[in-house]
């Protein structure tokens, strides 16, 4: 008799995380946002071994999020940059830097997001898309999008990113670390959605009982849930300031999740921002200036 597949509930950020669910996969972005193109360059910023950089460079190759450069003269690869499908990975990349500046541990004295229009210093601002009001979890409302369904939860077990060490220097690497555990996105996802009982997140992510058990620990050492009572076969969790702040990053993931693996039938989840009533996405604005924040319209400085 064969064992029944679980099933997770169909959403664009599981099928992202499918690609980019991956802590080494995005260092290596970062890197690459940080204007590293040479394969040395990504290794030192990055901090990881060449081996597993080559492994990551072709998968994000493949997964059509970057592209090799010409050849030179003397032939080889000059370097990597981001295809089209890479460079719509920015607000993630912004939203990451965002909670890390407040929540993680970033080197002292470490590089500024500065946005040329205005000149100023900043913080990207997480907004609605309809009003440009900030954004937050608690101001937000979901409907069944047409795209909702269930799906196999296939998965490679990976050690759990969220509680790993540093491998070097990252602009938002403990960001990138629970970005890079997929169970604990999932996690995070059911408590955005209004559930937070243990069977609750077990039934909609369909993590086996110890797996689900340690990403819950992971999460509420790391600071972003925390136990609503006593422990329980029926506990509940909670978010904490920090995994509230963590919600313009899970929104990122989605909308490009949405953009690039959504069904054809359409998203998955519908948001409504209560404070105006519109339906609405993410988008990243200046908060001195009030612009939106693009690839080319920010830079880092010392």
């Known amino acids: 008799m064969t064992a029944a597949v679980p099933l997770v509930r169909t959403c664009s950020i599981w099928r992202a995380l499918e690609v980019v669910g991956d802590t080494p996969v995005l260092l290596i972005a970062e890197a690459l946002w940080q204007g590293a193109r040479r394969f040395t360059g990504i290794a030192r910023t990055t901090g990881l071994p060449r081996a597993v ?115 070097g220097g990252q602009l938002a690497g403990a960001a990138a670390r629970i970005l890079g555990d997929r169970w604990a996105m999932l996690v995070l996802r059911s408590l955005f959605t209004g559930t937070s009982r243990f069977g609750g997140i077990r039934a909609e992510t369909g993590m086996a009982t110890n797996v689900l058990s340690d990403r819950l620990a992971a999460l509420v050492a790391r600071g972003l849930i925390a136990p609503a009572g006593p422990k329980t076969p029926g506990s509940r969790y909670r978010l904490t300031e920090a995994g509230f702040d963590f919600y313009p990053v899970v929104l990122a993931l989605m909308d490009w999740g949405d953009r690039w693996y959504a069904a054809d039938d359409g998203p998955p989840v519908i948001l409504t921002h209560r404070p105006c009533g519109h339906d609405m996405r993410l988008s990243v604005l200046c908060p001195a200036c009030g612009a939106p924040l693009a690839p080319d319209a920010t830079l880092l400085r010392a």
């Open 53 to 167: 950089v080559a492994q990551r460079l072709q998968r994000l190759e493949a997964h059509g999020l970057v592209r090799r450069l010409p050849e030179g003269p003397e032939g080889g690869c000059t370097g990597y940059r981001f295809a089209r499908k890479g460079v719509e990975t920015y607000p993630l990349a912004l939203m990451a830097l965002r909670w890390e500046r407040l929540w993680g541990a970033p080197a002292a004295g470490g590089p500024q997001l500065v946005h040329r229009g205005c000149g100023q210093a900043i913080l990207p601002l997480p907004a609605c898309s309809a009003c440009h009001g900030p954004l937050d979890a608690r101001d937000v409302d979901f409907r069944p999008g047409p795209g909702l369904g269930w799906m196999p939860a296939t998965y490679s077990r990976r050690r759990s990113p969220v509680a790993a060490q540093p491998a």
